[in-house]
């Protein structure tokens, strides 16, 4: 609203002062504050188109008209040898200035994009095409820890961002009088610390923050839709809140469930039988990558190794589950794995 009677002020104002001046000759004033306002108007179109630019072709443009005046100014230095009218040479001298101002500006904005910002240095830390590889941690997904390994294998590309608000939500966690919390709010810290001193990765600590919101989750995602990054979390919630907002989410928990080696029914395994399932005698183990695996009639061999066939696997929302089976000596039952391969 400022803006919109700012720019009013300056129509009235260069109206009135072509009202009283009237300059050019004319006669009228009112033609001659028309004139005026018709003037402030086409400033007033310039000044909008020039906000909607980029900073890229901002730069771009003011860089090629700039070279413009001077390869002007340098063939104006030439027309003045040249045995000319002073006439034809004053307006030769004038197209040629807006001739090259105009196509340097053109030229200048449209290869604007083509900027190198690591070539500019800084002035483009704040364009949002440089961010849009950038990766939001969420506090969950920092104390995990599975983040550092990640990125350290070289698949998380970018920059990792983490806000000084999720900072300052670890910092709670570790300063907990809860044992447990404190505990995992300093793993949270060491696996920062982990990242930063790796040379290899971009960790960046960002001020940005929304003091209107007060849920960290609701912060993260504004963040990520203003530097048009993605999320990196293992919140199952935060991933479906994302979701509703359109803003893009890398889950480890998904990505450890796709890396986990696919098995098949039928197929024979090794499994340590640790506790007793939910139903009647069931035995329930545990594979390396952290799969549960349900064995029937194995309640009696909890802490022994058991070989077993798999007869289904279930995926889950919470993971992968397999069910197996053995015969009453620990051995696999031969009919049913043969059945089960057919």
């Not at 935060?238 to 098995?263: G, M, Q, R, S």
């Not at 695996?293 to 696997?313: E, F, K």
Request: aromatic share 6%; glycine share 8%.
């Amino acid at each position: 609203m400022d803006l919109v009677l700012l720019r009013l002020l300056f129509v009235v104002i260069l109206a009135g002062v072509c009202y009283f001046l009237r300059p050019f000759g004319v006669e009228n004033g009112w033609e001659s504050a028309a004139g005026g306002a018709l003037a402030a108007g086409a400033v007033i179109v310039f000044e909008l188109r020039v906000r909607a630019l980029s900073l890229k072709r901002l730069i771009g443009a003011v860089a090629g008209s700039l070279l413009g005046i001077v390869g002007a100014a340098l063939f104006c230095l030439v027309l003045r040898t040249a045995p000319l009218k002073s006439a034809n040479a004053a307006a030769l001298q004038i197209f040629v200035l807006l001739l090259m101002t105009y196509v340097g500006l053109l030229v200048g904005a449209s290869k604007g994009d083509l900027l190198s910002p690591a070539a500019l240095g800084t002035i483009f830390a704040g364009d949002r095409p440089a961010r849009r590889s950038a990766k939001v941690l969420d506090t969950s997904v920092i104390i995990d820890g599975r983040i550092a390994d990640i990125a350290e294998a070289g698949f998380i590309d970018g920059m990792i961002v983490v806000p000084e608000f999720v900072l300052r939500e670890l910092q709670v966690v570790a300063d907990s009088t809860d044992g447990s919390k404190r505990q995992r709010g300093r793993r949270g810290l060491d696996m920062l610390q982990r990242m930063q001193s790796n040379a290899s990765l971009q960790v960046q600590i960002v001020p940005d923050d929304f003091p209107s919101i007060h849920e960290v989750d609701l912060k993260l995602l504004e963040l990520a839709k203003k530097w048009e990054a993605k999320v990196v979390t293992n919140d199952f919630n935060l991933n479906k809140v994302a979701h509703l907002h359109h803003v893009e989410v890398l889950n480890i928990n998904d990505l450890a469930n796709a890396l986990k080696p696919v098995v098949l029914p039928g197929e024979r395994m090794s499994v340590l039988i640790l506790k007793e399932g939910k139903e009647y005698n069931q035995g329930v183990g545990y594979l390396d990558d952290g799969t549960m695996v349900v064995v029937d009639h194995a309640r009696r061999m909890i802490g022994r190794s058991v070989d077993i066939a798999v007869t289904s696997v279930l995926q889950t929302a919470s993971g992968k589950m397999i069910f197996g089976k053995m015969d009453e000596n620990g051995k696999i039952v031969a009919s049913e794995t043969a059945e089960s391969a057919r």
